[in-house]
């Protein structure tokens, strides 16, 4: 099964945690800033990584990159999503942007796989909270680091 991982950051964090995921993975890994549709496209399981900026908006390189992302044909696509975010800081809109990016790609016909609960995290509200559950992998690296080397493994258990 060929994967590949295209995330977006500013500082770094989501990048760091895209190499954890893409490394068991054995994935090709793209910045969103470099993909083309082909990239989204060409690949058994997509998996998208975006942190959360202003108040619940997607980063500088996704608001750029997600048109590419809009040109790609995703019809019955298999899409995985993780987000990071900072709960204490911002309670409202916990990784809302994993929540765009669902919505983008459901919109587009894409079976997205790899929910988890919410239990263990402290937050008001979220985007990518669907029927109580996110809709990918939630990660507080500002304020729950040490749970995202288990929440990493546990994922990556469920979809393979
Ligand atoms: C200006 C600013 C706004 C942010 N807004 C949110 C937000 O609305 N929701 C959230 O969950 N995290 C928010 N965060 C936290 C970041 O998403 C988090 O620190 C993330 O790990 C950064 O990833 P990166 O290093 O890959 O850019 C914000 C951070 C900054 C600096």
């Known amino acids: 099964m060929s994967v590949t991982v295209v995330y977006g950051s500013e500082s770094g964090t989501t990048e760091k945690i895209a190499r954890r995921i893409a490394g068991p993975l054995a994935a090709r890994l793209v910045s969103v800033g470099r993909a083309s549709p082909a ?3 060409g690949c058994d399981l997509l998996v998208l990584g975006a942190p959360t900026y202003g108040l619940g908006d997607l980063s500088s390189d ?3 990159g997600i048109d590419r992302l809009r040109a790609a044909n995703l019809d019955g696509k ?3 999503l993780f987000g990071t975010g900072d709960q204490m800081t911002y309670p409202d809109s916990f990784v809302d942007a994993m929540g765009t990016l669902y919505d983008e790609v459901t919109a587009r016909g894409a079976r997205v796989v790899g929910e988890t609960g919410t239990d263990g995290y402290d937050f008001i509200a979220s985007r990518a909270v669907r029927d109580g559950r996110f809709v990918g992998l939630a990660l507080d690296e500002d304020n729950q680091a040490g749970k995202t080397e288990a929440r990493i493994v546990d994922w990556l258990g469920g979809l393979k």
Do not use: P
Request: aromatic fraction near 22%; charged fraction near 45%; charge should be negative.
């Open 62 to 64: 996704w608001e750029i």
């Open 78 to 80: 298999r899409v995985a």
């Open 39 to 41: 990239d989204f496209e």
